[in-house]
């Protein structure tokens, strides 16, 4: 992974093509108004992620980067798309824009080493769920596998485990993740092999990662997981928000009681070896 290119805190210390990380995200949420991703609200609300601006003073346009995500607003600016990689620390991203005028600016710049891809939203709605359906998948998880919630010895375990890492990732600490995040995993003979996690939180919720090992998939794991995590979300009146990466987590999340909103533009940014 590349290191984190430079990001001022101040205008003193800063060139022109510095980038500046806001103090306080609302000062940027004008620029993101009507945009319903929780990832978005997790930066505006200071709670996780960053809100990376060129103007402090009134800023015209806007990146909300966590994890592997960044979120284009306002006017587009070519500074914030060559920067964000950099400054995020990241040889892999997706790049969200909020128009058509973002989204050429992406293609332009990273012509090469991005690819064109289609996202689903679902929509967030709190009464949507059959908890008799959801406590009857948990029930029904197959012989031999054991489900338990994310403590500080998985949570470990999580970190260290790459195709899970995302579980947890974006918590510096478990300390951090119990306050603010909350997952389940499920085990067979001791090791994870699948389950379903917050991969940010913000005030009032969570977004879900749910992921399988490759060699346990088609078993209804993600399903269980996803189902444990979702009541147990419930319980603590957290929004269990969800974001479909592709068509088969999308109809996971719809098996699980969401409703499709949209799809929506997004690129993967690789960089380039």
């Known amino acids: 992974m590349r290191k984190k290119g430079k990001v001022a805190d101040t205008a003193e210390t800063s060139s022109q093509s510095t980038l500046y990380r806001l103090k306080n995200g609302k000062d940027a949420a004008h620029l993101f108004s009507g945009w319903q991703e929780t990832i978005i609200w997790s930066c505006l609300q200071n709670v996780m992620g960053t809100i990376l601006v060129t103007e402090q003073a009134k800023p015209k346009a806007a990146v909300a ?50 690819k064109k891809v289609m996202r689903y939203t679902l929509k967030k709605e709190k009464e949507g769920f059959d908890e008799k359906k959801l406590k ?39 300390d951090a993740y119990q306050s603010r995040g909350l997952g389940t995993v499920i085990l067979k003979d001791g090791e994870i092999v699948s389950g379903a996690s917050s991969y940010s939180g913000y005030n009032g919720g969570i977004e879900i990662e749910i992921d399988t090992r490759a060699d346990h998939r088609r078993k209804g794991l993600a399903f269980a997981a996803g189902a444990r995590l979702i009541l147990d979300c419930l319980e603590r009146e957290w929004y269990p928000s969800w974001d479909a990466h592709n068509r088969d987590s999308l109809s996971l999340a719809e098996k ?8 929506y533009t997004a690129y993967e940014y690789k960089e380039r070896e």
């Open 256 to 263: 699980l009681g969401y409703r499709f909103s949209h799809e």
């Open 65 to 114: 980067a966590l994890g592997d995500f960044c979120f284009f607003a306002g006017t587009p600016d070519p500074a914030l798309v060559s920067q964000a990689p950099e400054c995020c620390g990241r040889d892999y991203l997706l790049m969200i824009p909020q128009n058509d005028q973002w989204a050429a600016l992406i293609e332009e710049y990273y012509a090469g080493s991005c």
């Open 136 to 174: 009857d998948a948990v029930s029904d998880l197959p012989s031999g596998y054991t489900m338990k919630t994310v403590d500080r010895v998985l949570f470990q375990q999580c970190r260290e485990l790459s195709w899970c890492r995302d579980f947890v990732s974006n918590y510096e600490s478990y």
